[in-house]
Antibody
Framework: EVQLVQSGTEVKKPGESLRISCKGS????????ISWVRQMPGKGLEWMGR????????NYSPSFQGHVTISADKSISTAYLQWSSLKASGTAMYFC???????????????WGQGTLVTVSS | SSELTQDPAVSVALGQTVRITCQGD??????ASWYQQKPGQAPVLVIY???NRPSGIPDRFSGSSSGNTASLTITGAQAEDEADYYC????????????FGGGTKLTVL
């Protein structure tokens, strides 16, 4: 069974750093990209960026480029999303998702993590 | 435009058919996929690559596309179909970027 299991709820202050994780199981972790998706309270889904765990190549949405870093450790089948200095606007639910991409199918997310709630407040 | 536009809210009577649409220039070149999200839950893929259903998704869900518009149709809507629905596609050929529509809140009356 394919599973993506994310790390738990975080409460941080503005300016603090944070890394959240997403552990894949039940499939070959290096065969699929992992994307991160933000959902602010009461709002829609926003694609942040993706990583190819086989070589750690990344792409970021222009909206998130420079604000977050996506990384992966293929030896433990885990992807990460990190901030060096959080802002209050970072309060949101963050989902990881297995990202399938091909010339014929386009891009879609077939398995999702349960989400990590990040609250940034002074 | 690099955006995908969805109606914010749609309603359907129980057992009737409803179509949820997604418009954007990228849909002329790339397939749309669709996700269902219920309150407090992660999204679930219901249609991928225009009109393919993952295992476990009821066949009352179907997808179609024409020009710059993709559609998700629910034939015989059930109470459990009440949820938010999002479309997505690749944005353009420049960098494997992905975009989501703003979402449609479906109410089953």
């Amino acid at each position: 069974e394919v599973q993506l299991v994310q790390s738990g709820t975080e409460v941080k202050k503005p300016g603090e750093s944070l890394r959240i994780s997403c552990k894949g199981s039940g499939y070959s972790f290096t065969s699929y990209w992992i994307s991160w998706v933000r959902q602010m309270p009461g709002k829609g889904l926003e694609w942040m960026g993706r990583i190819d765990p086989s070589d750690s190549y990344t792409n970021y949405s222009p909206s998130f480029q420079g604000h977050v870093t996506i990384s992966a450790d293929k030896s433990i089948s885990t992807a990460y999303l990190q901030w060096s200095s959080l802002k209050a606007s970072g309060t949101a639910m963050y989902f990881c998702a297995r990202h399938y991409s091909s010339a014929w199918s386009g891009d879609y997310f077939d398995y999702w993590g349960q989400g990590t709630l990040v609250t940034v407040s002074s | 435009s690099s955006e995908l536009t969805q109606d914010p809210a749609v309603s359907v009577a129980l057992g009737q058919t409803v179509r949820i649409t997604c418009q954007g220039d990228s849909l002329r070149n790339y397939y749309a996929s669709w996700y269902q999200q219920k309150p407090g839950q992660a999204p679930v893929l219901v249609i991928y690559a225009k009109n393919n259903r993952p295992s476990g998704i009821p066949d009352r869900f179907s997808g179609s596309s024409s020009g710059n518009t993709a559609s998700l149709t629910i034939t015989g809507a059930q109470a459990e179909d009440e949820a938010d629905y999002y479309c997505n596609s690749r944005r353009d050929s420049s960098g494997n970027h992905v975009i989501f529509g703003g979402g449609t809140k479906l109410t089953v009356l």
